[in-house]
């Protein structure tokens, strides 16, 4: 695709150039001597460029009826005023010619074609207005600068003719008729105005679509902002293309007063170099002085708003001043960081450097072709053309090397593919379990953080409330109200605790201190601990145990202890009026000790069975039901003993919770 692209700018490269050549080809120079010029006979497609001594009247405009009473002096045209002693830059003055054509043409439709005369001008062919640009004035505010190509067509019925300009200019840097004056037969003259034209149409509609082309470039590939420099710089090129294509763009454009177009057509080139600059700096960073840099940004960017904001004859006439700042930049941007790019073999940078040397040395003879110091041709537009084409080739080479590095990537990717599938495949199902127990903590960790903040947030606002209403008194302290502020006060130290106990277990910060001892003398001590706060709380415990005195057990009485009280005050909280509690202690068939606590209450129901051990988890809502940590705690400290941890129940007929442990 880029190199097609490549390919059709060559080629309207190529078709502007022949239509260059076919116009110079058909061209004829008249040169006139003492203001009178003899135009032959019109021929196949000949058009005349009117050229020499023309008459000129400096400080006044001399009405066609008095010119022959005076005498002009006579003065190279085209030409500025600047260049001439006859003139001054800024002031009014007449021209005048006379032409002699042959008899034979006579009636026919004769044409002059005018470019630039600056900055606004009448002109009269045998006394008869026939054209008008701009209004004439004698100073800057009276005149209205207008500087645009004109077509006049006439049919002259003499041999002998005058042509009389009246021109002004207060506005321009150039005065008086400094560009080409042409003279034909209007078919040749349309036809030469046509292919004048359609050369710069057609590197219009060129940069346009390069332009395009680039940007959607970027906007696939926001990482590369070479391609948006590119695309911009491609607009800048089209928008003062076809600002220099006075012709069709007044034409399009007739309300556009012709300052405001002059002003956008110096700013393109400003901002061209800022691009320029821009575009330098981001493919050769590393060999550019950031200094440099932001000092060239910042002075392009003070010119620019000069423009912006003087008279078009104080920023054209001080052109000389941005001109050398171009140079000076260009030197540092252009050459030198082109040779250190060189020198540190940058990708692409012979490629980039001859375009852009060849678009900088394009950019100063356009602007000496404009001030009147250069005989070369103005091939800016050509340059910016063959510059862009030339970052197609780049960015084709790149895409190639990419290419070929893809292809034996996917070789490479493929072969090891087929020996990593297992693996991949293997690895990707143990992710997504982790990422599911990750899921599951990450909504533990929020559940968890929820129910902390509920359970000691509904204490502590009691305990506010309270003391809040003792403040203001409307209560006075009593020894009820302290024991429930008490009360209180010990919940939230309970929670604290069985967080801390919690913590502790899961990260193994807890030790377990083990010790060997019988298990039936362990049950006895059970049954004298919990035997006897039951029955000071007017409950029974019945305690089972048919277990061989000379079966010994390993474990941590005190936490073993601690989790057989969780699981007693966890049925006295749900017993409801039932007055006996269970313990039973057996052997299993896998010769492991099996201790369970059974209640008679209301049990648990079944869908709620697999969350008891849940940090958190309650059965109800409450104000006694626990903060839901005690069964987690006891969890980890049966799991640290290797042991197991379960819980029977059906609802209405009590719940029974047991843990097992490995025996010796």
């Not at 078709?15 to 061209?27: P, R, W």
């Not at 005048?96 to 600056?118: N, T």
């Not at 207005?129 to 067509?153: F, H, N, Q």
């Not at 129940?649 to 719940?655: K, L, N």
């Amino acid at each position: 695709m880029l190199r097609k692209y490549a390919l059709l700018f060559i080629l309207i490269t190529l078709m502007s150039l022949v239509f260059v050549f076919q116009d110079k080809q058909h061209i004829n120079e008249l040169v006139a001597e003492n203001g009178s010029v003899e135009i032959p006979a019109f021929e196949s497609a000949s058009i005349y460029q009117l050229t020499g001594e023309w008459g000129f009247y400096p400080d006044q405009w001399t009405e066609p009826a008095d010119i022959s009473l005076q005498e002009p002096v006579y003065v190279s045209t085209p030409n500025s005023w600047k260049n001439l002693s006859e003139a001054k830059q800024k002031g009014i003055g007449t021209y005048r010619l006379e032409y002699q054509i042959s008899e034979r043409d006579i009636g026919k439709r004769h044409s002059f074609f005018f470019q630039y005369i600056g900055s606004a001008y009448k002109a009269y062919v045998n006394g008869e207005l026939v054209a008008e640009v701009g209004e004439l004035g004698k100073s800057s505010k009276t005149e209205k600068p207008y500087l645009r190509d004109e077509l006049i067509y006439y049919e002259p019925d003499q041999v002998n003719n005058e042509l009389i300009i009246h021109v002004s200019n207060f506005s321009f840097r150039e005065g008086g008729i400094f560009q080409e004056v042409y003279y034909g037969e209007s078919n040749n003259t349309i036809a030469f105005l046509i292919k004048q034209q359609l050369e710069p149409l057609l590197l219009i509609g060129g940069f346009l679509i390069l332009g395009i082309y680039y940007f959607l470039k970027y906007m696939i590939n926001h990482s590369n902002d070479t391609f948006l420099y590119i695309s911009l710089i491609s607009f800048m090129a089209m928008v003062r293309t076809f600002l220099l294509t006075e012709y069709v763009f007044y034409t399009l454009f007739p309300a556009i007063p012709w300052n405001v177009m002059t002003k956008i057509e110096y700013m393109s080139i400003l901002l061209g170099m800022i691009l320029l600059i821009q575009f330098m700096y981001k493919l050769y960073k590393q060999d550019i002085n950031n200094k440099i840099y932001t000092i060239a940004i910042s002075v392009m960017a003070a010119f620019l708003i000069f423009v912006l904001v003087t008279p078009t004859f104080i920023y054209t006439n001080l052109l000389w001043v941005q001109t050398a700042f171009i140079y000076l930049f260009l030197l540092y941007f252009v050459i030198i960081t082109g040779i250190k790019a060189i020198i540190n073999k940058r990708e692409g940078s012979y490629i980039n450097i001859l375009g852009i040397v060849i678009m900088a040395v394009a950019a100063v003879i356009e602007i000496t072709v404009e001030r009147d110091i250069s005989i070369f041709p103005m091939i800016l537009t050509y340059s910016v053309l063959l510059f862009l084409v030339l970052q197609g080739v780049i960015i084709s080479k790149r895409y190639d090397k990419i290419s070929e590095r893809n292809q034996e990537l996917a070789q490479s990717l493929k072969e090891l593919n087929n020996s990593l599938e297992h693996k991949v495949i293997k690895r990707t199902l143990e992710l997504e379990r982790k990422n599911g127990e990750l899921i599951q903590l990450q909504k533990s960790r929020s559940d968890m953080m929820e129910n902390i903040a509920h359970d000691l947030g509904s204490p502590m606002n009691a305990f506010e409330k309270q003391l809040l209403l003792i403040k203001q008194g409307y209560i006075q302290p009593s020894e009820a109200l302290l024991d429930t502020l008490i009360q209180k006060t010990r919940s939230i130290k309970r929670l604290a605790n069985d967080l801390f106990q919690l913590s502790q277990l899961q990260t193994r910060k807890w030790s377990i201190h083990k010790e060997t001892v019988r298990i039936n003398a362990f049950v006895q001590e059970i049954e004298k601990l919990f035997g006897y706060e039951l029955n000071q709380l007017g409950l029974k415990l019945e305690s089972i145990c048919p277990v061989n005195e000379k079966y010994l057990i390993q474990i941590d009485k005190e936490r073993i202890i601690q989790v057989i009280r969780n699981f007693i005050d966890n049925a006295l909280k749900h017993g409801e009026e039932e007055n006996m509690i269970r313990i039973s202690v057996t052997i299993n068939n896998e010769d492991k000790l099996r201790i369970e606590v059974k209640d008679f209450g209301r049990g648990i129901d079944k869908e709620e069975l697999p969350y008891i051990f849940d940090r958190f988890y309650r059965k109800s809502n409450k104000p006694n039901s626990g903060s839901g940590l005690g069964l987690a705690i006891a969890k980890e400290i049966i799991e640290q003993h290797k042991g197991q941890i379960g819980v029977e129940s059906e609802r209405g007929r009590g719940s029974c919770f047991y843990f097992t442990l490995p025996i010796e």
